[in-house]
């Protein structure tokens, strides 16, 4: 059984750091496409980064230069490494593994002074 936990969102002031973790059973992270979204409310969800089996990786646009998406193999853990926080960021930030479509629970993130 796949199981994907998210943790380290928060809040935090605009122009600060967080780093969300997706600690995986059921799956080898080392070898998994996989990727973290975001939902605002009201909002679909969007893909943010994507690391891909062989570890090449994709950013949307708006977080290009500011978000790191990487993984921990002897960890079998996921990270995205924030910067820059800016208040547009503010979402529910979700793992996911495209082989079998399994998320995460989620980790909310508030970007606000």
């Known amino acids: 059984q796949v199981q994907l936990v998210e943790s380290g969102g928060g809040l935090v002031q605009p122009g600060g750091s967080l780093r969300l973790s997706c600690a995986a059973s059921?799956?080898?992270?080392?070898?998994?496409?996989m990727d973290w979204y975001r939902q605002c409310p009201g909002k679909q969800r969007e893909l943010v980064a994507a690391?891909?089996?062989?570890?090449?990786?994709n950013y949307v646009d708006s977080v290009k230069g500011r978000f790191t998406i990487s993984r921990d193999n002897a960890k079998n853990t996921m990270y995205l490494q924030m910067i820059d926080l800016r208040p547009s960021d503010t979402a529910v930030y979700y793992c996911?593994?495209?082989?079998?479509?399994?998320w995460g629970q989620g980790t909310q993130v508030t970007v606000s002074s």
């Open positions: 059921g799956i080898i992270v080392s070898i998994a496409a």
């Open positions: 996911h593994v495209l082989w079998g479509d399994y």
């Open positions: 690391i891909a089996s062989g570890g090449a990786t």
